[in-house]
């Protein structure tokens, strides 16, 4: 069947609260505009979102499971890299 | 003074018109050929039966005959019903469904549109909140006739055939039915010639970029909206009414 053909495209979703747009999944489309409207019959039908991405999931490279323990657990012991040792103004949003 | 029963008649034309439209659509949930597709065709569905739910609690309201939403729905039969005959035919492929919504969403739009300015406050309020929807009927489906009537040949032979068959139901979307035309005087309703032009034109737009024609010297089919209809309405509501027919007033 043809529809194994379409392509799977990568959906984010920006929220009424949030800034950023999140991951909520993947749907099949034929090209991007395709992938936008069925974006939103899909994953904004009980008002989850303002704005959308779609991304070709095969343009997304991801970090290798494999190779996790040479990424990222140098980062464990390194607690001084949080800046959490400064008081931040009142002032600042979005932190 | 305007006669309630040219209301009334208008307000179940308007109903009958988006229910049958919703209810052909839901034909597809659970059978639409990908599943982003399916879950598209049946929101589209849900708009259109939340329209007429808007419609029928109106003319319930004013029937003051103790009608609901319900009975006018479920308890009429097709003689009763006065939708355009558009509307009723069969789903038929995807390419039917396409073209059929196309051409209802088209009317649909510029009718909201001009339903906004009606000088009865409730058909303006539902025409607002209903014109959004409708909008996005239109798009979804402007876009698959562009999709199908230029991909490849056999999408381009189904959408033509689709067309051919179904152009010949639109005329009577733009002759008023009296009570059509009375409420139009008063401006509460919209007599439907003045909308033909707006309609053709997307129509021909959106057509043009699908490389599709429309047929030439058609005859057009007239009787919905004085409830002379197709054989297919009676099956439908056949279907649709079956459960308060066999089982009055149930519930769940």
């Given at each position: 069947?043809?529809?194994?053909?379409?392509?799977?495209?990568?959906?984010?979703?920006?929220?009424?609260?949030?800034?950023?747009?999140?991951?909520?999944?993947?749907?099949h489309a034929t090209d991007a505009q395709m992938a936008i409207e069925n974006a939103r019959d899909v994953y904004t039908r009980r008002m989850e979102g303002v704005s959308i991405w779609v991304v070709e999931s095969k343009s997304i490279h991801a970090s290798s499971p494999e190779e996790s323990a040479s990424f990222f657990d140098p980062a464990s012991d390194k607690v001084y890299r949080h800046p959490t040792f400064y008081d931040l103004p009142d002032q600042l949003k979005h932190m | 003074m305007v006669a309630n029963?040219?209301?009334?008649?208008?307000?179940i034309h308007l109903a009958d018109n988006a229910l049958v439209a919703g209810h052909r659509n839901s034909e597809w949930t659970g059978h639409g050929p990908i599943l982003?597709?399916?879950?598209?065709?049946?929101?589209?569905?849900?708009?259109l039966i939340g329209q007429s739910r808007n419609f029928y609690q109106y003319a319930a309201e004013i029937s003051a005959d103790g009608s609901t939403e319900d009975s006018l729905a479920y308890l009429r039969d097709a003689r009763a019903y006065e939708n355009c005959l558009l509307v009723e035919q069969p789903k038929g492929d995807w390419a039917c469904t396409i073209a059929k919504q196309f051409f209802f969403s088209t009317y649909q739009y510029y009718l909201y549109q001009h339903l906004q300015q009606s000088r009865d406050a409730t058909i303006a309020a539902i025409a607002e909140k209903s014109v959004k929807e409708v909008a996005y009927h239109l798009r979804w489906s402007g876009e698959w006739m562009i999709r199908l009537g230029d991909g490849t040949d056999e999408s381009h032979v189904r959408m033509q055939q689709a067309i051919d068959s179904l152009w010949p139901f639109t005329g009577e979307l733009f002759i008023g039915a009296d009570y059509e035309l009375n409420l139009?005087?008063?401006n509460i309703s919209v007599d439907p010639s003045i909308l033909l032009t707006q309609f053709n034109n997307k129509i021909n737009s959106v057509l043009n970029e699908a490389t599709l024609n429309l047929p030439a010297n058609v005859w057009m089919q007239t009787g919905g909206k004085h409830g002379v209809h197709s054989e297919h309405l009676g099956y439908l509501l056949a279907e649709m009414q079956f459960l308060q027919r066999a089982y009055p007033g149930a519930t769940w």
């Open positions: 069947m043809e529809k194994h053909e379409w392509p799977l495209w990568e959906v984010f979703i920006r929220s009424k609260q949030g800034l950023d747009h999140k991951h909520m999944g993947s749907l | 029963k040219d209301l009334l008649f208008y307000l982003e597709q399916d879950i598209a065709l049946s929101n589209i569905a849900l708009d139009a005087k008063v």
